[in-house]
């Protein structure tokens, strides 16, 4: 009896493509991401002090107003990198990857919700028809109370996140198409952005360990970035002859 030997399909030049397309988003989201939380929210966000916060917020209201755009051009661009995703791994399973799609474009809706807190803030600190009605301190704590939902909504995005990223992962590993050590990090980080999420919703005493479980996130993104955009996806190997012939026998 003949054995019928697979061979995976051959990489499709609009699948390099959209590789590279993930590769620069990623790269592109991580400079928007770090300039925005690091650069600007952990300069002007001083925790446990709303008025100083207001203050800073004041006095840095265009880079403020900087660090938002870069948020909703971040979330923008989530958008063509789960298009890009599934050009990536259709052909490996079509619905998974339709699967890791729904996933980022829920979380992406989450995260431009979310990014209205923002606005909130500076609509009630730099309005004089709110300076006139309140009293400083009020205003002061309506915009830590935005600040605070707007966290949440990160909070439930980032769980939405780390699961479309999961099996986005899984299927990069099943194809072969990168060195299995980036899939395999990238399934690890992408459940401990989901976990780690989700244990500080539950028990917010864990609010100590701050935003370290997104570390690793951080650098799956960033390794796998800049292998897709510099190398692209490779040819995975054909299924070897000798193999499935000894895998048929035995069966």
């Known amino acids: 009896m003949n054995t019928r030997i697979s061979t995976p399909p051959p990489i499709e030049p609009a699948q390099q493509i959209a590789a590279r397309v993930v590769g620069a988003l990623y790269l592109i989201q991580m400079a928007t991401a770090v300039f925005g939380q690091v650069f600007v929210r952990g300069q002007l966000i001083v925790r446990g002090d709303v008025a100083k916060t207001a203050e800073n917020i004041l006095a840095n209201e265009q880079l403020f107003r900087l660090s938002i755009a870069g948020d909703l051009i971040t979330y923008a661009g989530v958008i063509v990198l789960a298009w890009a995703f599934y050009v990536v791994v259709k052909t490996v399973n079509k619905n998974l990857a339709l699967l890791s799609v729904f996933f980022r474009l829920v979380e992406n809706a989450v995260l431009f919700v979310a990014t209205i807190g923002s606005m909130v803030v500076l609509r009630l600190l730099t309005n004089a028809g709110h300076a006139q009605a309140f009293e400083p301190a009020q205003l002061h704590s309506m915009a830590s109370l935005a600040f605070g939902i707007q966290g949440i909504g990160m909070s ?64 799956f993104e960033v390794g796998l970035g800049l292998w897709l955009l510099i190398k692209g996806i490779n040819e995975p190997p054909a299924a070897d002859p000798v193999a499935l012939g000894r895998n048929h026998t035995s069966s």
Do not use: D, E
């Open 156 to 219: 439930f995005g980032f769980i939405l996140l780390g699961l479309g990223s999961t099996v986005f992962s899984w299927l990069l590993l099943k194809s072969r198409y990168v060195p299995k050590v980036f899939a395999v990090w990238g399934i690890f980080s992408s459940l401990l952005l989901s976990a780690g999420a989700l244990a500080l919703i539950a028990f917010p005493r864990l609010g100590v360990i701050g935003m370290s479980y997104m570390a690793p996130m951080g650098i």
